[in-house]
T-cell receptor, first 112, second 113 residues
Framework: DVKVTQSSRYLVKRTGEKVFLECVQD?????MFWYRQDPGLGLRLIYF???????EKGDIPEGYSVSREKKERFSLILESASTNQTSMYLC???????????FGSGTRLTVV | TQLLEQSPQFLSIQEGENLTVYCNSS?????LQWYRQEPGEGPVLLVT?????EVKKLKRLTFQFGDARKDSSLHITAAQTGDTGLYLC?????????????FGRGTQLTVWP
């Protein structure tokens, strides 16, 4: 069964910490995405990547960066966590040329 | 920016009832996808519709794509408690091969026993 795995289901971090969220897919997909999901706001795209070492900003990239050193792994980095980054973070992947997303189970991040 | 509006935002019904949720776009779809998200999990793809007027069935779920490819609906017959979840529609970025989707804000469905 194809999978997108996010390293943590729940995280609690302190304001100002550097936070790494990891996502790994086993489907050899070219495209990978990071979204955050907040009540009433839906899914908002933070960053996406269409190839190793390639990245594109989404709609809300401020305060975030990403890394894609290997095709199967896409990391989201919160450079200095703030309370307004408390959210559910979802990683997804899709083959080149588009198609349906396969999502991970999400990481619920709380910044205190 | 491609804008997707979903309605209703919330829906609460009894088991056995029928329901329809809607997805409307400000622009013509190239393709549309429907997802269901259960609490604490990521969304799961239900169906992709591509052709205007297309109807797809998945057990008790019927998905319809408008002729003008600007709207879609999801009809559930005889809802069950297991249908509870957030239903999301998503539209592909036209002209892009990068696979980016634009999501609506979803319909939160609760089915009571």
């Amino acid at each position: 069964d194809v999978k997108v795995t996010q390293s943590s289901r729940y995280l609690v971090k302190r304001t100002g910490e550097k936070v790494f969220l990891e996502c790994v897919q086993d489907m050899d997909h070219e495209n990978m995405f990071w979204y955050r999901q907040d009540p009433g706001l839906g899914l908002r795209l933070i960053y996406f990547s269409y190839d190793v070492k390639m990245k594109e900003k989404g709609d809300i990239p401020e305060g975030y960066s990403v890394s894609r050193e290997k095709k199967e792994r896409f990391s989201l980095i919160l450079e200095s966590a703030s309370t307004n980054q408390t959210s559910m973070y979802l990683c997804a992947s899709t083959p080149g040329g588009g198609g349906g997303y396969t999502f991970g189970s999400g990481t619920r991040l709380t910044v205190v | 920016t491609q804008l997707l509006e979903q309605s209703p935002q919330f829906l609460s019904i009894q088991e056995g009832e029928n329901l329809t949720v809607y997805c409307n776009s400000s622009s013509v779809f190239s393709s549309l996808q429907w997802y269901r998200q259960e609490p604490g999990e990521g969304p799961v793809l239900l169906v992709t519709v591509v052709t205007g007027g297309e109807v797809k069935k998945l057990k008790r779920l019927t998905f319809q794509f408008g002729d003008a490819r600007k709207d879609s609906s999801l009809h559930i017959t005889a809802a069950q408690t297991g249908d509870t979840g957030l239903y999301l529609c998503a539209q592909a970025d036209r002209g892009s091969t990068l696979g980016r989707l634009y999501f609506g804000r979803g319909t939160q469905l609760t089915v009571w026993p």
